[in-house]
Every structure is written in C-alpha cells, then in structure tokens.
C-alpha cells in the first residue's frame, strides 16, 4: 500500500488509527507535533505508541500555538472545563488540525508518501469544526492544489478512518488490532506521570467508550 504519513497524539483515536494504517500494508512514519500543550505526556505516550505499534520512524516537531493561544490546552490563564458546555468549547484550539495536516503533507511530499492518516472522530467528538468529514474532504482538495506533488498529478489521500464511529466501537476495534490503550494519554490535563484527571470531556468520553464497549478501563485517574 506504499508510505503513510500518520498523525499520533499518544492519545486512544491516533494509536487505534495507527494500528488500521499499519494492518492495511502501509509503512507507517509516525508525526506528533508539541504544539505548546498543557503537559508532554501526550507526546511522551506518542513514542510508546510509535514504537508498539511499528512505526518506521517517528518524527516530533516543535510548533508552539500557546503563542497566540485562545484555547484552554494552550493558555493556562484559560481552565479546561470540568463539565460538558454548548457549542464549540474552550478546549478547541483554533485551526489545530489545518496546522497537523499542513506538516503531515510536507512530510508526506517529502517522503514520497501518498497517504496521510488523522484520528479525528465526528460522533464522540466534543464540537470541534475541524474533525468534520467535510474538513478532511476539503483539505484532501487543498493537497491537490497547493503541492508540486498534486500539480504534477500524484493524488494524495487524506484518511480519517475513525470519523464515523463511536468511542466504543474505535476501542473495539483496537483491541482486535491488538492496540495496548494503557500506552495512551488523553487527559486534557495529564500530570507528569500521565495520570488522568477523570473530568474532562476527553476523560470522560474515555471512560464512557471503554464501559460501553465493555472492556476494562486501563486508565490511571488522579
């Protein structure tokens, strides 16, 4: 199936995207970005995940959007709710994905690489406009027309594999692909150790899927 650019967090979505893109054929780089997040646990669990799940190479780069900030996982003046809130929430960090994608498609170029994987979910995600199918869609055109690889006619392929399923069914099907979710780190507010708080949304989107899919939760809550 040729090169893959694939996009790992160090949380559960990205590490069960992994596990699919590798179970396809593909030869899976891994991509992480510091993007000036709360805490490095997420990036730290990203290696683990990289490493279990056979990247061929793992690559972190440094971009920090707690420059501009406006968002609660950049801005610590900002606090991550300890409750579900109406329309797009303050954990929403303003153009993220168009930022991971935009790397994601330079490495890709780069690397010869046709495919580029993101774990960005549409039924359990928490409002955020760039996990829609209609965002992927539009970015696989943007690759089209704003690459030398895409005017030359070397067609890139934008995966979001998870955007129509639950959190229990991406769990699930993890678990057949053999991913260790005690790896993962989805905490908006990890510590150190990458012990959960157990109250945010992504906590409890977690933590609701695992229940639902009936399998033991791996998470270590504060």
Known sequence: MGKAVVLVSGGLDSATTLAMARDAGHVCHALSIAYGQR???ELTAAVRVAQALGAVDHKTVALDLS??????LTDTHISVPDRPSAGIPVTYVP???TVFLAVALGWAEVLGAEHIFIGVNAVD???YPDCRPEFIA?????????????????????HAPLSKLSKAEIIRLGMGLGVD?????????ADAAGHACGVCDS????????LEAGVPDPTVYR
């Open 39 to 41: 805490h490095r646990a």
């Open 67 to 72: 420059s501009i900030g406006g968002s609660a």
């Open 95 to 97: 153009a993220r994905n």
């Open 125 to 127: 995600y928490s409002g």
């Open 138 to 158: 539009a970015f696989e055109r943007l690759a089209a027309l704003g690459t030398r690889a895409g005017v030359q006619g070397r067609r890139f392929h934008i």
């Open 181 to 189: 979710y005690a790896l993962t780190v989805s905490c908006y507010t």
């Open 203 to 210: 906590c409890r989107l977690r933590r609701q899927g695992f």
